[in-house]
């Protein structure tokens, strides 16, 4: 309790609780700028990301288009083996 009337009344303390305060303010602007200016440069990095993705997705379509899409059937061959192997 003494020291808490000493800490008040003493005009340089106050000065430095001020300041200390000031400074989180400050700190709390800077932290706000910068979250600011981090989400700017992410949009700007993700236009580019997802361009490249476009660009990517579209020669995957055209190399797609080249796939026949016949798919075989083994299971006949498959059988002529084993028919083979048990003789």
Do not use: W
């Not at 700017?40 to 990095?45: D, L």
């Amino acid at each position: 309790m003494m020291l808490e009337k000493s800490i008040s009344s003493n005009p340089l303390t106050k000065m430095m609780s001020s300041s200390k305060f000031y400074l989180k303010e400050q700190k709390q602007k800077d932290r706000e700028k910068h979250k600011r200016e981090m989400q700017v440069y992410n949009e700007r990095n993700n236009k580019k990301f997802n361009e490249y993705f476009k660009r990517l997705q579209q020669k995957r379509s055209h190399s797609a288009a080249n796939y026949s899409g016949r798919h075989f059937d083994y299971t006949s061959y498959n059988q002529n083996i084993q028919v083979a192997a048990s003789r």
